[in-house]
């Protein structure tokens, strides 16, 4: 009997605390690719998880619902539950899919019983249902017991002996019930859902000290609590009422150039929504895999890195290192020697590697240029930022402070020239970004070639870790505003590599119109085009993200009305004539 006490009294204390112990190894999951054949797999370890929790108190933590029959009773400020004799408690029956060796354990104390006051479990386990047996007390002298049921247990009632002739109105007091069993510790979400979705995973919602991979789009609308989330082409909605709470979060990011066109914004592309509550207690992380080695790529992050926050694979090096393998290269853009030397070439500085380890290399709400040295092992960095320094409002609105040159000569071709980044993980439309009369009205994004210009309070949306150029005539700060992005939302092509040259903003750059917006020449409303002040008549062509061409026209001089027999969606609308050449972005709608 002693030994089987201890036995029940090692399973009470790993239910206790909720270990999650893994029985062969760690797994480590790095390339999301190989996700949905990892979780099947026998690398994917198996973990003790506490799924149903009940101590009777106001705890967040207690899951497992109950009913009170006959007199058992919750009263505030009492430690469990009370159960008189002939009183009785029924749990909530779950399902063991995914679970196995599961265990219930029953912790009990008795208070002035008398021969015969006895407490009844009617279980239903893998050998039978509804089966009767007594739990306690045993003949011994103690007065708590923690009762283990083993074989698979799913339903569980506690009853208490009606009273004998002898009764001293003694009574049981239930201070914990919980059942655990053992699961793979990862588990993955596919599709689109809420967190609680359990057909959504793989392997059930993972809670508590299991890890959730998300190639899907999850909604979180309630306290969810987890070891480790990790995001690779999906998205994650933390709703108002909703409360993410992991020890890390781990976002997956390639950026790869989009080929033709810009394109409709897709949910592959909002990555972290936060409106309610996000809590990491340990370290937020972002995967960033570089398209080609030895290339120059326009990037930011929604957190502040230093160089400790670097993946410990790899070095900060400077333009005058000649060496080869891990090393990494950033430069800045110096826009007051752009001023100064009112030229818009070598203005571009390959920073100096930092002397501290605490040293800020990328500063949240900056834009950098960044680049692999050519012989490195990986062309996927991490890069991380602990819980005490993460941005009390990551995720959220935010600010991008601007610093112009304190020059006094100006050229205004060469003043005021920034390089942004988004400060959000989630897409960021330019119709988020308050109107400033120290801003010039546009955002300039390098195209592979040149410089194009977006006009701020637009559908157009930056994706994350985008960098963008903005021109100043004074210092400032770009205000974010939140709000829903719109069905029109057109998402900006990013992931191009600068050239050798170091192209910089303001000399060719191409103008793009405002979404659905008056132009000089060009206007849509609906899915009707309308065209004035041409001087010779032309060819009007539409073009869908694909890059075909699905409608063409030709049109007369002066003013023209065309009806588009086109379905809703983002288009491009290429007006040509003799002496004249637009090209016009626009989405039509129903």
Same mark, same amino acid.
Do not use: H
């Given at each position: 009997m002693k030994k089987k006490h201890l036995r029940v009294f090692r399973h009470m204390v790993v239910g206790l605390f909720c270990l999650m112990v893994p029985f062969a190894f760690q797994a480590q999951v790095t390339n999301p690719e190989t996700w949905s054949t990892f979780v099947q797999s026998d690398a994917n370890p198996s973990v003790i998880d506490t799924f149903r929790w009940q101590l009777f108190t106001q705890a967040e933590r207690n899951n497992w619902k109950y009913i009170l029959k006959n007199g058992a009773t919750v009263s505030e400020g009492q430690q469990g539950l009370k159960m008189p004799l002939s009183s009785s408690v029924a749990f909530e029956k779950y399902s063991l899919s995914c679970y196995e060796e599961v265990h219930m354990v029953v912790g009990v104390t008795v208070h002035s019983l008398v021969p015969g006051d006895t407490l009844y479990a009617v279980f239903s386990n893998n050998l039978g249902i509804n089966k009767r047996g007594a739990l306690c007390p045993f003949p011994s002298k103690s007065t708590h017991y923690s009762i283990g049921l083993k074989n698979g247990p799913y339903y569980l009632e506690l009853l208490a #002996?009606?009273?004998?002739? %002898? #009764? /001293? *109105?003694? +009574?049981? &007091? =239930?201070?914990? $019930? +919980?059942?655990?069993? %053992? =699961?793979? &510790? +990862?588990?993955?979400?596919?599709? &689109?859902?809420n967190w609680n979705d359990t057909l959504r995973w793989s392997h059930l919602p993972p809670l508590r000290y299991r890890s959730a991979l998300i190639g899907g789009d999850v909604e979180v609308d309630s306290v969810i609590q987890c070891k480790q989330v990790s995001l690779s082409g999906g998205s994650l909605h933390i709703t108002e009422k909703g409360h993410l709470v992991a020890d890390e979060l781990i976002l997956y990011r390639t950026d790869f150039p989009l080929t033709n066109t810009d394109k409709a914004l897709t949910s592959a592309d909002n990555l972290l929504a936060v409106v309610g509550k996000l809590s990491i207690t340990k370290q937020l992380s972002v995967c960033y895999t570089f398209p080609e080695k030895g290339k120059w790529y326009f990037l930011s992050f929604p957190f502040d890195v230093s160089i400790k926050g670097i993946d410990k694979r790899f070095q900060l090096k400077d333009g005058s290192? #000649?060496?080869?393998? *891990?090393?990494?290269?950033v430069q800045v853009y110096d826009g007051d020697k752009r001023a100064r030397n009112k030229k818009a070439t070598g203005n571009w500085t390959v920073l100096s590697p930092a002397v501290s380890a605490d040293e800020l290399v990328f500063e949240k709400g900056k834009g950098y240029l960044v680049s692999l040295d050519a012989a490195a092992s990986d062309n996927t960095l991490t890069f991380s930022v602990s819980s005490n320094n993460i941005p009390a409002d990551f995720g959220k609105t935010s600010t991008i402070p601007v610093r112009v040159s304190s020059v006094v000569d100006i050229d205004e071709a060469h003043y005021g020239w920034y390089l942004c980044g988004n400060p959000l993980p989630s897409p960021l439309s330019l119709s988020q970004i308050a109107s400033d009369p120290a801003l010039d009205g546009n955002i300039y994004l390098y195209d592979g070639t040149d410089y194009k210009s977006y006009p701020i309070g637009s559908d157009y949306v930056l994706p994350p870790f985008a960098a963008f150029f903005v021109k100043a005539s004074s210092d400032t700060e770009i205000d974010l505003t939140s709000g829903v992005l719109s069905e029109n939302a057109v998402r900006l092509k990013t992931g191009y590599t600068l050239s050798s040259s170091g192209v910089e903003p303001g000399g060719a750059i191409v103008h793009s119109s405002r979404l659905q917006e008056e132009t000089k020449d060009c206007m849509i409303r609906g899915? /009707?085009? +309308?065209?004035?002040?041409?001087?010779?008549?032309?060819? $009007?062509? $539409? $073009?869908?993200?694909m890059g075909r061409i699905v409608y063409h026209h030709s049109v007369s001089p002066g003013s023209s009305v065309l009806s588009l027999p086109l379905p809703a969606g983002f288009y491009i609308i290429n007006i040509v004539t003799d002496s004249y050449r637009a090209q016009h972005k626009c989405v039509l709608t129903q």
């Open positions: #002996s009606d009273p004998g002739g %002898t #009764s /001293e *109105n003694g +009574y049981f &007091q =239930i201070d914990s $019930v +919980y059942s655990y069993g %053992t =699961i793979c &510790q +990862y588990s993955l979400f596919s599709g &689109q859902g290192f #000649s060496g080869k393998g *891990n090393y990494l290269y899915k /009707e085009l +309308y065209l004035s002040g041409l001087s010779v008549g032309g060819l $009007v062509q $539409v $073009v869908d993200f």
